[in-house]
T-cell receptor, first 111, second 117 residues
Framework: KQEVTQIPAALSVPEGENLVLNCSFTDSAIYNLQWFRQDPGKGLTSLLL?????REQTSGRLNASLDKSSGRSTLYIAASQPGDSATYLCAVEGGSYIPTFGRGTSLIVHP | SQTIHQWPATLVQPVGSPLSLECTVEGTSNPNLYWYRQAAGRGLQLLFYSVGIGQISSEVPQNLSASRPQDRQFILSSKKLLLSDSGFYLC????????????????FGSGTQLSVL
């Protein structure tokens, strides 16, 4: 059974810092990996999707990498802003249309 | 463009009462549909998923049920709610495997906060 772990569980940083969120998974036979953002009381918004054949995806200040063999993905946020404050979740899909989610990293970026 | 609608946004129900949450998707056909629950301090738990009309798979045995009466409609129900059913319920959809990364993203509704008292 796939297990997804996200470290750290919570992170508080000053504005402007570059930061890295980590996601690890136990079964490397994945189809894709997604990173999501969730604001309090809201649904999840997909940020980036990396297919198993890819190593990274970029969108604006966000860069997600995937190392399937080691079961790891990182989400890099450049020049963090207070508006980046949210919970970030990663989800791994093994090809059965059933994503497995981590518990998320709660990020606070303070001015 | 595709959109997903989920309602109501909040719901307060007494223990033992029935439940019906509805989710509809527009702008796509034959989507995969999902119901998740997010309880305070816990991760996102998959409750049901469906790859087609009338095809429902349950991930967790409980007093909840799901139905897909139409291609783009997914309903979560309960005959008698328990206190433990409280939580944030999220509907989501994704396209069937197309090989296109953009189309295979998982898209979520805005959620329903359910409080069972």
């Amino acid at each position: 059974k796939q297990e997804v772990t996200q470290i750290p569980a919570a992170l508080s940083v000053p504005e402007g810092e570059n930061l890295v969120l980590n996601c690890s998974f136990t079964d490397s036979a994945i189809y894709n990996l997604q990173w999501f953002r969730q604001d309090p009381g809201k649904g999840l918004t997909s940020l980036l999707l990396i297919q198993s054949s890819q190593r990274e995806q970029t969108s604006g200040r966000l860069n997600a990498s995937l190392d399937k063999s080691s079961g790891r993905s990182t989400l890099y946020i450049a020049a963090s802003q207070p508006g980046d404050s949210a919970t970030y979740l990663c989800a791994v899909e093994g090809g059965s249309y059933i994503p497995t989610f981590g518990r998320g990293t709660s990020l606070i970026v303070h001015p | 463009s595709q959109t997903i609608h989920q309602w109501p946004a909040t719901l307060v129900q007494p223990v033992g009462s029935p439940l019906s949450l509805e989710c509809t998707v527009e702008g796509t056909s034959n989507p995969n549909l999902y119901w998740y629950r997010q309880a305070a301090g816990r991760g996102l738990q998959l409750l049901f998923y469906s790859v087609g009309i009338g095809q429902i798979s349950s991930e967790v045995p409980q007093n909840l049920s799901a139905s897909r009466p139409q291609d783009r409609q997914f309903i979560l129900s309960s005959k008698k709610l328990l206190l433990s059913d409280s939580g944030f319920y999220l509907c989501a959809w994704s396209a069937q495997g197309t090989g296109d990364a953009t189309n295979e993203k998982l898209f979520f509704g805005s959620g329903t906060q359910l409080s069972v008292l």
